[in-house]
Nanobody
């Protein structure tokens, strides 16, 4: 497994931006698929975005396309989620997740059970 630590959450007004970071340790970072999920109060955890180590594959939830961007710095073992034009409905706890690239099911990139490591989460609150 990989140890993941998120940061960068906080409070922002609608239309604002935040950048989340996720620092990984314990497994070669570049061999991970990195994903972001979120969970709002009273709702199930949902997929936000994910990408492969080489950037060949990138996936986004429809609700965030054009507003969020996933990126990574393999040299720093860090994944990022740049969130722009935030909306109140983006309010949630955001989780970073990792999966072994060699074992990843590319047909199930949106499923949380496709990832074997999780961070503790960081709260994002967007006010209207």
């Amino acid at each position: 497994q990989v140890q993941l630590v998120e940061s960068g959450g906080g409070w922002v007004q609608a239309g604002g931006s935040l950048r989340l970071s996720c620092v990984a340790s314990g497994r070669t970072f570049s061999r991970n698929v990195m994903g972001w999920f979120r969970q709002a109060p009273g709702k199930e955890r949902e997929f936000v975005a994910a990408d492969t180590w080489n950037g060949v594959n990138t996936w986004y939830a429809e609700s965030v396309k054009g507003r969020f961007t996933i990126a990574r710095d393999n040299a720093k073992n860090t994944a990022y989620l740049q969130m722009n034009t935030l909306k109140p409905e983006d309010t949630a706890v955001y989780y970073c997740a990792a999966a072994r690239y060699a074992l990843f099911d590319f047909s199930k990139w949106y499923r949380d059970d496709s990832y074997d490591s999780w961070g503790q989460g960081t709260q994002v609150t967007v006010s209207s």
